[in-house]
């Protein structure tokens, strides 16, 4: 099984709207990355969290990590059409490993 | 900004083939990965380099071989392709020791008939 697995699997708002999307994992980690895929294209590292940090923003980008849950979120405040994507949590136990990614829809 | 290219965005191939996949980098990155993704499986790392003419197995390496002769170039190759290999195949490379924020390359969507 993956090692982070994203949750819901696709997710469908309105412009304005947030966005959560939550990644669980199994063992320990270093720290905990997210990216983002636009349809058929590469990813783009969207911001690193480490094991000992609990919170981090960037821009209207707010992820957090409970490293006793073994949980990461990530929220995209007031989204815009141009936020639909694929988002994907990365995890380093050691090598990065990639979840299935949540897929967002935002609707104009 | 760092800058990741992929030799082909679409490619079709037959059946026995043998396949280059290229990838380069221009930020003088020490590491270099190939991944394959498929829906549903996520993303797969295949092979990855620490240095030149080094190379280490991912998770799923069997049909594939690779090749770093240069820093800035990660070749995957596929000895023989077969249809099962059919996929986006995502280049990366990162600059820190482990596995800090890697960057990607825009994808070869590789189609063997």
């Known amino acids: 099984s993956q090692q982070g697995e994203e949750d819901p699997q696709a997710l469908s708002i309105q412009e304005g709207e947030n966005a959560t999307m939550n990644c669980s994992y199994k063992?320990?980690?270093?720290?905990l990355q997210w990216y983002r895929q636009n349809s058929g294209r590469g990813l783009v590292h969207l911001i690193l969290?480490?094991?000992?940090?609990r919170e981090k923003h960037s821009g209207r980008l707010r992820v957090t990590l409970d490293t006793s849950k073994k949980s990461s979120s990530l929220l995209i405040t007031a989204s815009r059409a141009a936020d639909t994507a694929s988002y994907f949590c990365?995890?380093?136990?050691?090598?990065?490993?990639f979840g299935q990614g949540t897929e967002l829809s935002v609707k104009p | 900004d760092v800058k990741v290219t992929q030799s082909s965005r679409y490619l079709v191939k037959r059946t026995g083939e043998k396949v280059f996949l290229e990838c380069v980098q221009d930020?003088?990155?020490?590491?270099m990965f190939w991944y394959r993704q498929d829906p549903g499986l996520g993303l797969r790392l295949i092979y990855f380099?620490?240095?030149?003419?080094?190379?280490e197995k991912g998770d799923i390496p069997e049909g594939y071989s690779v090749s770093r002769e240069k820093k800035e170039r990660f070749s995957l190759i596929l000895e023989s392709a077969s249809t099962n290999q059919t996929s986006m195949y995502l280049c990366?490379?990162?600059?820190?020791?482990?596995?800090?924020?890697?960057?990607f390359g825009p994808g070869t969507r590789l189609l063997v008939l």
């Open positions: 063992t320990s980690i270093n720290n």
């Open positions: 969290i480490r094991s000992n940090e």
């Open positions: 990366a490379s990162s600059s820190q020791p482990g596995q800090e924020t890697q960057y």
């Open positions: 990365a995890t380093d136990p050691g090598k990065l490993i």
């Open positions: 930020m003088d990155h020490e590491n």
């Open positions: 380099s620490y240095d030149v003419k080094m190379k």
